[in-house]
């Protein structure tokens, strides 16, 4: 089953710890939109749909037109 994990430029879940990734990973894309949503509740938020690039398969997250972050879809 494929999981959504959520990544701040910001704030990076690249090098986080297995616990702390444990969550900003999600059992449905809904979910993990849902975790931006909460965390910038007034901004225009917008999600890029996913794509494929050489190693994932990521959505990118932009507020008011900057990127904040991004969604993997993870098959581990």
Request: net charge negative; charged share 25%; aromatic share 16%.
């Amino acid at each position: 089953m494929p999981k959504y994990v959520c990544n701040l430029y910001t704030d990076n879940s690249w090098y986080k710890k297995l616990q702390e990734l444990e969550n900003l990973t999600f059992d449905s894309e809904a979910a993990a939109k849902f975790w931006f949503k909460r965390l910038y509740p007034l901004g225009d938020l917008k999600f890029s749909g996913f794509h494929a690039t050489e190693q994932h398969i990521t959505s990118w997250v932009t507020l008011n037109g900057k990127d904040i972050g991004d969604i993997t879809i993870s098959s581990d």
